[in-house]
Each structure stands twice: as C-alpha cells, then as structure tokens.
C-alpha cells in the first residue's frame, strides 16, 4: 500500500502539513483561483493514492467557499481513492443543528448529506459545537477534544488560584473537563441569548471569584459576545485576571480589540483556524483519531 494522500486547500494548509507530516502521508496541496463572481477554481498539485486519502478543511469565514471547496476535494478524492476520510477541524453551520424557531432550516442535515453524497466515509471534527450536529450524519463519525491540549499551555502559566470558567451551561462538561486536566474547580455562569437579535446576556447573580485567575473556556469566539459580557460580569465580582481559552477563534468584526478591552489579558485558541491566537497546536490529537 501506498502513502495515504493528505490532501489540504488554503484554509488548513499548515494543519494539513503538520499532519501529513505526523502520519507519514504524502502532502497534496491545493492551488486556489478565486474568479471575480465568487467561484473558486481547484486544481490539485500531487497524485492521489488510490487506497486512502485524506481531505482536510476547515469551514470558517468565507464559510460556503470553503464549505465547496471542501466538498470538491472529497469528491475528486473519492475518483481516485477507495476510502476518503474527511477532517474539518472548524466544523461551521454546526450552531443550526436543530430547528430553534419554527421554520428554520436545519444546515447541518443539509452540510451530512452533501458530505455523504460527495464520496466521504468518515468524518473527523475537533470540539464541533454540539454532538446533535454529528448525529445528521449517516457515515462514521468522530468528534475530537481539544481541551487536554489548550490545559497543557494553561498549565505551564504561573496562575493565581485558578478557577475555569464556562460562560454558559452548554458548555459545562467542557469546563469540568478543563478543570480535571488542570487539577483546579470549575464553575458555569447563566447565559441569556436573544434568538433573533443574538444578543446575549449573563443572568448570573454572583459569584465568589475574588482575586483568583479565572480561565473562560469555550468552544469557539465568534462575535466575542459571550467572552465580553462574561468577562465584564467577572471583573464586578473582583476577580484577578481574565484568560481565554477556545478552540475555535473567529474573532469577527474585530472581535479580538473588543475583548481585549473588556478586561482579558489573554486569548489563546487552537489552529482549527489559523491566526494570531492560534498557537495550540492540535495536529497531534487529530492524527491520533486517524489511526
Ligand atoms: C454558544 O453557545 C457557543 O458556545 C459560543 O459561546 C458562541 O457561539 C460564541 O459566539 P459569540 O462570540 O458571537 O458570542
């Protein structure tokens, strides 16, 4: 048998080499032309192994070209490959996974059937928003943790009686999972998020935070909205310092400026989506959820 293909486009092409490297797979880049209506045009650089390949990309903003892009890989992928498995570290559309007002379309069951129809098999995701997403999906499914990779750079940080924060009670388990990594409590605070307008708010009343380091840990920023109002409420309560851990950075509309001036010292996120706070590396996690 030969290489497995570790096929990457533009939005995860570091992650893409990284793993290619970890698995000993054979590197296919992706040369990208965007034409002026939109459309992008693929041209793959390298063979593809006829056993096994790999596609890798994550669907972050601009979401539906790299949602395409995505697709057009898995399938020109499966023309050639027997077993084509997909990894999209940031999984978008994964907040519409259920109808939350009637007559909202669930993009998730849409986004299974276009990755099932286009030639994949298994699917590799890295702290998708909720486990509902994945159950769209009719093929083999993996949902990857990055949280025991962002508590190794928090553990290595000389805190202040730390206590992890979870802004909100969906990502509980997260928190409690963060908090067992780093040997320390954890606490969830109550968020309020308007459906329409998206706006959001901390319903907690108070809490006992009085001068210990507080780590907020999320699954993804988009907005910030979350991080800020969870941070300003945390900074009445007289805490010391404001970390931030995600895996999954956005940061839209500078994002990053807002939240910096909310009070956090420091946002620290994986490289699902490359950028300046990306510096966790998880390509190891993942290429242990290939094998
Ligand atoms: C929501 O439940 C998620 O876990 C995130 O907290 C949220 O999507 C972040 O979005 P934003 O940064 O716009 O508040």
Do not use: W
């Amino acid at each position: 048998m030969g290489k497995i293909s570790v096929i990457c486009a533009k939005s995860s092409e570091d992650l893409g080499r990284r793993l290619a490297k970890k698995i000993n797979g054979n590197l296919v880049k992706t040369e990208i032309r965007i034409f002026p209506d939109g459309e992008s045009k693929i041209t793959l650089k390298g063979n593809i192994s006829k056993t096994k390949s790999i596609v890798v990309q994550s669907i972050y903003p601009p979401v539906d070209t790299n949602l395409i892009q995505a697709l057009s890989l898995i399938s020109k992928a499966k023309e050639n490959s027997s077993e084509v498995i997909t990894i999209i570290p940031y999984m978008g559309y994964a907040r519409q996974d259920r109808e939350f007002l009637p007559g909202e379309i669930v993009t998730m069951k849409v986004l299974a059937k276009l990755f099932k129809g286009a030639g994949t098999s298994k699917l590799i995701v890295v702290d998708i928003h909720s486990l509902i997403g994945l159950k769209h999906f009719k093929i083999k499914s993996k949902n990857v943790s990055a949280v025991a990779d962002l508590a190794a750079y928090f553990k290595k940080l000389s805190l202040e009686s730390p206590l992890v924060v979870s802004p909100d009670q969906g990502g509980k388990e997260r928190a409690k999972e963060f908090a067992k990594e780093l040997g320390t409590e954890y606490i969830v605070l109550e968020k309020k998020r308007d459906r329409k307008t998206g706006k959001v708010q901390i319903k907690t009343k108070q809490v006992d935070v009085l001068g210990r380091d507080l780590i907020l840990v999320d699954d993804m920023i988009s907005t910030g909205g979350s991080i800020i109002n969870a941070t300003k409420f945390l900074k009445k309560e007289k805490c010391k310092r404001v970390f931030v851990a995600c895996t999954h950075a956005l940061l839209i509309n500078e994002a990053e400026k807002k939240i910096r001036k909310s009070g956090v010292t420091k946002i620290v996120s994986t490289n699902t989506i490359p950028g300046k706070t990306s510096i966790v590396d998880i390509s190891n996690t993942i290429a242990k959820a290939i094998i």
